[in-house]
Structure formats: structure tokens, C-alpha cells
């Protein structure tokens, strides 16, 4: 079933059309760099949260934009490939499916990754300290976690979708409230009951609150809690996507 | 199908429904290796079907076929390796360069690196892009960019080409150039070649045999000589805008498409006065009147009542010759 040729294969063509594609890497950081910049700084004149201030608080939650933006918007590319042709030539090559959607995987999380540590380090220039090494090896452990399972959200979108007209109905209702239900900018203790319970459905909660403990030790959920979640999410993502992936004609 | 037995390709009673289409509709027929085999038909016809049916990536309804043996539902993975396939549509990555596609290719197929490398050289040569291969595919032209899937369908050196509409969309001095290397092709490998077309001159200058599909059917099988004598004579058409069903027994066929009453039959040239007199005792005004030995456009003509110009141009085929030069 695993081929380990035909991954690294799939994932080599995913680095270098990633290299090649510069000015949208430099495109998607810049919606995430204004709101930090500018929201960020507008809000640090009067809010802060115990001893952080608000951009040490939103941070963490903006890295988490990244990592959903990118992660979801790579795994619908698989439209592209399908409307140009391509995902024909993977799909008759000799290889199975279980190997084609691993490598897609790995490819969209390391692109994503790289995303997300490019908007880290512009968070450390912003004055968020820099943790030590077994929080930044738990931080990169959530990110990862956090980048699997919503690329595999976005290729199962990838597969019910015709074409790309319904992507802006995603972004619209999927990435955008999956955003701002996740708590980025704002905390969870005080919310009202209706939105509590949407704000708690919400995989990506978990990923900012751990991404939170990881950077400037807060959180609302223990470590080990935001962990379990965020391990069942990404188990979740992996069996829809790979069943709908592997059940779709064409 | 006795004389088969040396059969590359071979499709047993093989049906595909898309809920109540027949889209392909119990077909049976047999390729001998090294043919180049030519899939005509109108739009809609079946044609592409029954190619993603031998390349596995559709699942027949029932029936099966087998590609070198092997069966089409139960080795999958052996059909893949023994084939190779140029998509109707573009299917390459235009983001990497020639050389990355091919590359990306015979990774894929598990070539060894140094076999991988000699063969890309070797095709890139052959499909005159060796100059080009670190160029990005996206700045090709069609031509250039079905000369490369060419040459990456035959790069894990395939027993089976599979050719959908290989020129569509390309000017008449590239078209000819890809019927040069199709036939080179054969000449110099012994590659079984399968295409599809709408191009009847392409199915004429090509193929060794045709088949004629109509609704999912074969219309009909066999050489293009033998289809064109199977039709016989010659064919007389007339161009009128009045009502004029002759019927007479030496007439062999006729059917009317577009203003245009062709008859089939035998001595036309002494055929057509007889004709004209019976024209002008019923008062028949006939506009222009050409002769001609039956081209395959008739033989299509006469099994599927239709014409492939008519069909040439879809609103889908609009949309691909546009992608495809642009």
C-alpha cells in the first residue's frame, strides 16, 4: 500500500511549486501582519490580559490563522489539480491512493509549516519572547497537529467540490468562523452561553489555547487536554479525507 | 475473435452506465500489438469512456477487458504499469518545468534513476524539446505541451499508448507533426497505439483499424479501406432545397444531412444523368451536384447518420481549444 518513492515524489513537486510561488507566500502573510501591526497596536493602548499585553495575546492566535488559511486552502487545491489535468496522471500511475493522499498531506503540512514559522519568527521581532526549547519542540509538535488535520478538512472539501465556485462559500462559512470562533481575539472564560458552546465545538480553540501555553504560558485547557483534542481532530480529518479521497471517481 | 490470440487488448461485452446513460453500452473488440487503433465517434459518443475504462480510472458496470492480460478490475496496478496515456485535456503540472514533469513522471513508475535519466534524454530528443526541457511548461505552446505528454507516456516504456484526441486544438503543421512521431512511433517500438479523434484524415492517415462508435455501440470495426468498400461505389451528392426521395434499386444508400441528398452507388458518372432526368420530370431544382469514392466522412455519415463536422466544435471543445493554446 505505502510507497515511499511515490510520496516523497508527490511531496518534492508540492516544495517546488511552493518555492516557485513567492508572492502568494508574501500575500497570505500580509492579512495576518496587518491585524498584529495594526489591530494589535491599536488595541495594546487599552487592553491587556493579566500580565500580557493584547499582542502578546493575539499572537498566538494569528499563527493559528496561518496555520488554518494555508492548511484548508491548500488541501482544495486538489481542485486545481483536477481541472488541469493532473491529478489524472497521479491517479493512473501505479500508485495507491492511501500513498497519494499521504504525500499531498505531507506536502500541504510542511508548506504550511514554513507558512507558519515565517509569521513566527515576524511574532518574536514583534517583542513576543522567545521560549525554551522543550516549549518550542511542543509549540512545532501543535502546529504540525494543527496543520494535519485541517489540510485533510480541506481535501475532503476537495472532494465533494465540482469546482472552484463553492470555494468562496468555504472561506466564507468554514474558514472565517472556524477563525473567529477559535478564540484569537478574545478569551473564553467570560463568553455567553451560545456562543460558549460554538466557540468549544470548534477544533481550533484548542490548537490557539495550546499555541498560547507554548508562547506566553497561558491557557484556558490543560496542555494535555488541548493535545487529546487536537490528536482526535487531526484522526477524525484523516479517515473523512482519506475515505472520501480514496471513494472519489475522479 | 480467433485470430486474437496475440490480443494486447482485448474488451469483453464491457458497459459503462452513468445512472440512466449508457455511455458505453456492451462493447467487444480485440487489438493485435503493435496496431494503432482508432476510437471515431461524435461527441458524447463513448469514446473517452471507454478509455478511462482500460486506464482504471472508471470501474465498468459489467464486463471487463484485459490490457496484456491482465484485467482491468483485478490488476489494476499491472494495467497502470503496461499502459501510458495522453489525456484529451492538458494533464501536466505547468508550475515545473518540462524536465521536472518527466521526472515527476518516472518517479512515479519507479525508474531507476539512471535508466530515468537516459530515457527522458532519449524522448525529450525524440519529441524535439530537448532544448527546452528546463523551460516552465507554462510558457509552452500547445504543440510543445502535447509533444511533452507524449513523451511522458512513453517514458516508463508502455506496451499500450493511449492517445485521447491527440490534436485537437492544433494548427494544421503541428498536426501533421504529431502524426509524424505517431507513426515513427510505431514504426520504430512495437507500442500498441490506441486513439481517439474526430478528425476523420487523422483516423485515415493513422490507423490501421477503426472503430465507429455511435451511442455507446460499435457502429462498426474494421480497416478504413475496408469501410469505404464496405459502403462501395461512389457517392453522388446533391445540394437542393426541394423534397426529392429517389428510390431505385440501384441505389444503394442514401440518407440526407444538411441540404445535402448523398447517394450510393455504383458507375456515378452514368448514374448522374439518369438522376438529372428523373430531377427534372418532378420538377426538381438541384443546385450543385459533386462526385466522389466515399471518405471516411461518409462511411461515419452512413453508419451514424450524422456527420463529425457538426460535431466538431462543442461548447466543451471550445473551452479546451482555448485552454490549450493559451
Given at each position: 500500500?505505502?510507497?515511499?518513492?511515490?510520496?516523497?515524489?508527490?511531496?518534492?513537486?508540492?516544495?517546488?511549486?511552493?518555492?516557485?510561488?513567492?508572492?502568494?507566500?508574501?500575500?497570505?502573510?500580509?492579512?495576518?501582519?496587518?491585524?498584529?501591526?495594526?489591530?494589535?497596536?491599536g488595541?495594546?493602548?487599552?487592553?491587556?490580559?493579566?500580565?500580557?499585553?493584547?499582542?502578546?495575546?493575539?499572537?498566538?492566535?494569528?499563527?493559528?490563522?496561518?496555520?488554518?488559511?494555508?492548511s484548508?486552502?491548500?488541501?482544495?487545491?486538489?481542485?486545481?489539480?483536477?481541472?488541469?489535468?493532473?491529478?489524472?496522471e497521479?491517479?493512473?500511475?501505479?500508485?495507491?491512493?492511501?500513498?497519494?493522499?499521504?504525500?499531498?498531506?505531507?506536502?500541504?503540512?510542511?508548506?504550511?509549516?514554513?507558512?507558519?514559522?515565517?509569521?513566527?519568527?515576524?511574532?518574536?521581532?514583534?517583542?513576543?519572547?522567545?521560549?525554551?526549547?522543550?516549549?518550542?519542540?511542543?509549540?512545532?509538535?501543535v502546529?504540525i497537529?494543527?496543520?494535519?488535520?485541517?489540510?485533510?478538512?480541506?481535501?475532503?472539501?476537495?472532494?465533494?467540490?465540482?469546482?472552484?465556485?463553492?470555494?468562496s462559500?468555504?472561506?466564507?462559512?468554514?474558514?472565517?468562523?472556524?477563525?473567529?470562533?477559535?478564540?484569537?481575539?478574545?478569551?473564553?472564560?467570560?463568553?455567553?452561553?451560545?456562543?460558549?458552546?460554538?466557540?468549544?465545538?470548534?477544533p481550533?480553540?484548542?490548537?490557539?489555547?495550546?499555541?498560547?501555553?507554548?508562547?506566553?504560558?497561558?491557557?484556558?485547557?490543560?496542555?494535555?487536554?488541548?493535545?487529546?483534542?487536537?490528536?482526535?481532530?487531526?484522526?477524525?480529518?484523516?479517515?473523512?479525507?482519506?475515505?472520501?479521497?480514496?471513494?472519489?471517481?475522479? | 475473435?480467433?485470430?486474437?490470440?496475440?490480443?494486447v487488448i482485448?474488451?469483453?461485452d464491457?458497459?459503462?452506465?452513468?445512472?440512466?446513460?449508457?455511455?458505453?453500452?456492451?462493447?467487444?473488440?480485440?487489438?493485435a500489438q503493435?496496431e494503432?487503433?482508432?476510437?471515431?465517434?461524435?461527441?458524447?459518443?463513448?469514446?473517452t469512456?471507454?478509455?478511462?475504462?482500460?486506464?482504471?480510472?472508471?470501474?465498468?458496470?459489467?464486463?471487463?477487458?484485459?490490457i496484456?492480460?491482465?484485467?482491468?478490475?483485478?490488476?489494476?496496478?499491472?494495467?497502470?504499469?503496461?499502459?501510458?496515456?495522453?489525456?484529451?485535456?492538458?494533464?501536466?503540472?505547468?508550475?515545473?518545468?518540462?524536465?521536472?514533469?518527466?521526472?515527476?513522471?518516472?518517479?512515479?513508475?519507479?525508474?531507476?534513476?539512471?535508466?530515468?535519466?537516459e530515457?527522458?534524454?532519449?524522448?525529450?530528443?525524440l519529441?524535439?524539446?530537448?532544448?527546452?526541457?528546463?523551460?516552465?511548461?507554462?510558457?509552452?505552446?500547445?504543440?510543445?505541451?502535447?509533444?511533452?505528454?507524449?513523451?511522458?507516456?512513453?517514458?516508463?516504456?508502455?506496451q499500450?499508448?493511449?492517445?485521447?484526441?491527440?490534436?485537437?486544438?492544433?494548427?494544421?503543421?503541428?498536426?501533421?507533426?504529431?502524426?509524424?512521431?505517431?507513426?515513427?512511433?510505431?514504426?520504430?517500438?512495437?507500442?500498441?497505439?490506441?486513439?481517439?479523434?474526430?478528425?476523420?484524415e487523422?483516423?485515415?492517415?493513422?490507423?490501421?483499424?477503426?472503430?465507429?462508435?455511435?451511442?455507446?455501440?460499435i457502429?462498426?470495426?474494421?480497416?478504413?479501406?475496408?469501410?469505404?468498400?464496405?459502403i462501395?461505389?461512389?457517392?453522388?451528392?446533391?445540394?437542393?432545397?426541394?423534397?426529392?426521395?429517389p428510390?431505385?434499386p440501384?441505389?444503394?444508400s442514401?440518407?440526407?444531412?444538411?441540404?445535402?441528398?448523398?447517394?450510393?452507388?455504383?458507375?456515378?458518372?452514368?448514374?448522374?444523368?439518369?438522376?438529372?432526368?428523373?430531377a427534372?420530370?418532378?420538377?426538381?431544382?438541384?443546385?450543385?451536384?459533386?462526385?466522389h469514392?466515399?471518405?471516411?466522412?461518409?462511411?461515419?455519415?452512413?453508419?451514424?447518420?450524422?456527420?463529425?463536422?457538426?460535431?466538431?466544435?462543442?461548447?466543451?471543445?471550445?473551452?479546451?481549444?482555448?485552454?490549450?493554446?493559451s
Amino acid at each position: 500500500m505505502m510507497n515511499l518513492d511515490a510520496i516523497y515524489t508527490l511531496w518534492l513537486r508540492e516544495m517546488k511549486r511552493f518555492i516557485r510561488s513567492r508572492s502568494r507566500i508574501i500575500g497570505s502573510l500580509a492579512f495576518p501582519l496587518f491585524i498584529l501591526v495594526i489591530i494589535g497596536t491599536g488595541l495594546n493602548t487599552v487592553l491587556t490580559f493579566g500580565r500580557l499585553s493584547y499582542n502578546q495575546f493575539l499572537a498566538p492566535g494569528l499563527i493559528g490563522m496561518v496555520l488554518l488559511f494555508s492548511s484548508i486552502s491548500f488541501g482544495i487545491m486538489i481542485i486545481w489539480d483536477r481541472q488541469f489535468g493532473f491529478l489524472k496522471e497521479i491517479l493512473v500511475a501505479p500508485v495507491s491512493r492511501t500513498s497519494i493522499i499521504i504525500g499531498k498531506t505531507l506536502g500541504g503540512v510542511t508548506t504550511t509549516m514554513l507558512q507558519a514559522l515565517l509569521f513566527l519568527v515576524v511574532c518574536f521581532m514583534m517583542g513576543i519572547p522567545f521560549p525554551g526549547f522543550l516549549k518550542l519542540m511542543l509549540l512545532f509538535l501543535v502546529m504540525i497537529l494543527i496543520a494535519t488535520g485541517f489540510v485533510l478538512v480541506g481535501i475532503a472539501f476537495s472532494c465533494r467540490m465540482k469546482d472552484f465556485h463553492g470555494f468562496s462559500l468555504i472561506m466564507n462559512f468554514v474558514i472565517m468562523p472556524v477563525f473567529f470562533l477559535s478564540g484569537a481575539f478574545f478569551p473564553l472564560e467570560r463568553l455567553p452561553g451560545w456562543m460558549k458552546w460554538l466557540v468549544y465545538s470548534d477544533p481550533l480553540t484548542y490548537g490557539i489555547d495550546a499555541l498560547r501555553f507554548c508562547l506566553v504560558n497561558t491557557s484556558t485547557f490543560p496542555i494535555e487536554f488541548n493535545l487529546m483534542v487536537l490528536t482526535i481532530f487531526g484522526a477524525g480529518a484523516t479517515a473523512v479525507g482519506t475515505f472520501l479521497f480514496r471513494t472519489a471517481q475522479l | 475473435m480467433s485470430t486474437m490470440d496475440t490480443a494486447v487488448i482485448q474488451l469483453c461485452d464491457l458497459k459503462k452506465y452513468f445512472k440512466e446513460v449508457r455511455a458505453v453500452d456492451g462493447v467487444s473488440f480485440a487489438i493485435a500489438q503493435g496496431e494503432i487503433f482508432g476510437l471515431l465517434g461524435p461527441n458524447g459518443a463513448g469514446k473517452t469512456t471507454i478509455l478511462n475504462l482500460l486506464c482504471t480510472l472508471l470501474k465498468p458496470t459489467a464486463g471487463t477487458a484485459t490490457i496484456c492480460h491482465y484485467d482491468i478490475r483485478k490488476n489494476k496496478d499491472e494495467v497502470r504499469k503496461s499502459i501510458g496515456i495522453v489525456f484529451q485535456d492538458p494533464s501536466l503540472d505547468d508550475q515545473l518545468t518540462a524536465l521536472e514533469n518527466l521526472d515527476f513522471h518516472g518517479r512515479l513508475y519507479h525508474i531507476p534513476k539512471v535508466v530515468r535519466r537516459e530515457k527522458i534524454e532519449e524522448l525529450l530528443t525524440l519529441v524535439e524539446l530537448r532544448d527546452k526541457k528546463h523551460v516552465l511548461v507554462k510558457n509552452f505552446s500547445g504543440g510543445m505541451k502535447r509533444r511533452l505528454e507524449i513523451a511522458r507516456g512513453l517514458l516508463h516504456q508502455p506496451q499500450v499508448l493511449f492517445l485521447d484526441e491527440p490534436t485537437l486544438g492544433l494548427d494544421p503543421q503541428t498536426r501533421r507533426h504529431i502524426w509524424e512521431y505517431i507513426k515513427k512511433l510505431n514504426h520504430d517500438t512495437t507500442v500498441t497505439i490506441i486513439l481517439t479523434t474526430h478528425y476523420m484524415e487523422e483516423a485515415d492517415e493513422l490507423c490501421h483499424r477503426i472503430a465507429i462508435i455511435d451511442r455507446g455501440k460499435i457502429a462498426a470495426i474494421d480497416t478504413p479501406a475496408q469501410l469505404k468498400k464496405q459502403i462501395g461505389g461512389e457517392v453522388i451528392s446533391l445540394k437542393t432545397d426541394d423534397e426529392f426521395l429517389p428510390e431505385y434499386p440501384w441505389i444503394k444508400s442514401i440518407n440526407t444531412h444538411d441540404g445535402h441528398l448523398n447517394l450510393t452507388v455504383e458507375e456515378a458518372d452514368q448514374k448522374l444523368s439518369l438522376l438529372m432526368r428523373i430531377a427534372q420530370e418532378k420538377g426538381i431544382s438541384i443546385d450543385s451536384v459533386t462526385i466522389h469514392k466515399p471518405t471516411l466522412e461518409d462511411v461515419f455519415l452512413h453508419f451514424t447518420g450524422k456527420t463529425m463536422r457538426e460535431e466538431e466544435t462543442s461548447w466543451a471543445d471550445e473551452v479546451r481549444i482555448r485552454r490549450r493554446s493559451s
